[in-house]
């Protein structure tokens, strides 16, 4: 954990109960991806990772790893599993409960979800449907946050925010947060995401920053440290990904062309000062082997956790 620094003991505790009390505000608050309170003594920041780097493996095997690695918050993403994700629409709340106790086992917490599309393409009611089961396996697993990847064909981009919008009330309740993340189509850009998430106009749906994909989508022409300016008020968690030309994201944080230093500072600048920081990629090569894997787990953790102390 990273220790507090430069500041009293009473300064600090007056910090943390401060903080505390925002945190459970926001745990309750339709913005259900904020950092719940963290014990005196610990950062604002839920460092993860996802299980994207273990997806030829069971899900088990990376929740294994990822606690290995020293991580206390875990994103679901892919896996070696039918649909390639941990929690889909077709996952039952009896599973999804079981991998929310699977990861208490290993002393984790979930604070992101990966569930993959909606079938808007079908009709606006089949992606409400989806997204529901969606949101009910978030809660049954504990987990606090669902990341929706948008969609790439304009064409169905308003049944696809009027389902979300038709949710936003529902995952509340819940006390499930959705968060829309850079992904390429009609959200490739911070302007573009603040675009879509104004459409559905509810503060249960906010934005999960990806400054990698940002590179990535705009062929590393827009710099995430200045597209970072864009979002003010609306990010609520991070994918820490980083980039290098021409189309690489599988890279440990730090070895590629994001300045995480400038793109935290400008995103904390516009309110987003405590959260998930989830690591989504680590640098792999073919074959890979689960020794490497780990090693790289446990750099991201350190990059990660030095890029807060060092912001303070």
Not at 60 to 67: P, S
Not at 113 to 137: F, T
Request: aromatic share 8%.
């Amino acid at each position: 954990m990273i220790e507090a620094q430069g500041f009293s003991r009473r300064q600090f505790m007056g910090r943390a109960i401060v903080a505390g009390a925002a945190g459970v505000l926001a745990g309750r608050s339709l913005a259900g991806a904020a950092a719940a309170a963290e014990p005196a003594g610990e950062t604002p920041w839920q460092i993860g990772c996802y299980t994207r780097p273990w997806s030829d493996q069971d899900w088990h095997a990376a929740f294994d790893a990822i606690a290995e690695a020293g991580y206390k918050y875990v994103g679901l993403m892919t896996t070696k599993s039918k649909s390639g994700l941990i929690i889909s629409p077709a996952t039952t709340p009896e599973q999804a409960r079981e991998v929310g106790e699977e990861a208490r086992k290993r002393g984790m917490k979930i604070p992101s979800v990966w569930g993959g599309g909606i079938p808007v393409d079908k009709s606006v009611q089949a992606g409400v449907e989806a997204l529901r089961k969606l949101i009910d396996n978030c809660a049954a697993a504990g987990a606090t946050n669902l990341l929706m990847g948008g969609v790439g064909n304009p064409k169905d981009a308003d049944a696809y925010y009027k389902a979300i919008a038709e949710c936003c009330d529902y995952a509340a309740e819940k006390h499930v947060g959705m968060s829309l993340k850079p992904h390429g189509g009609t959200n490739a850009s911070g302007p573009q995401c603040r675009k879509s998430i104004e459409q559905v106009g509810h503060k249960n749906f906010r934005l999960w920053y990806d400054p990698g994909n940002i590179f990535y989508y705009s062929e590393g022409q827009l710099d995430p440290a200045a597209d970072a300016a864009t979002v003010d008020g609306l990010v609520v968690g991070m994918s820490v990904k980083d980039y290098l030309p021409p189309k690489k994201v599988d890279l440990t944080p730090g070895t590629g062309k994001v300045d995480f230093p400038a793109v935290l500072a400008r995103l904390k600048k516009g309110g987003f000062t405590s959260g998930a920081l989830a690591v989504e990629c680590l640098t792999l090569e073919t074959p890979v082997a689960l020794d490497k894997r780990l090693e790289e787990a446990r750099k991201a953790r350190k990059f990660v956790e030095e890029l807060v102390a060092k912001a303070g």
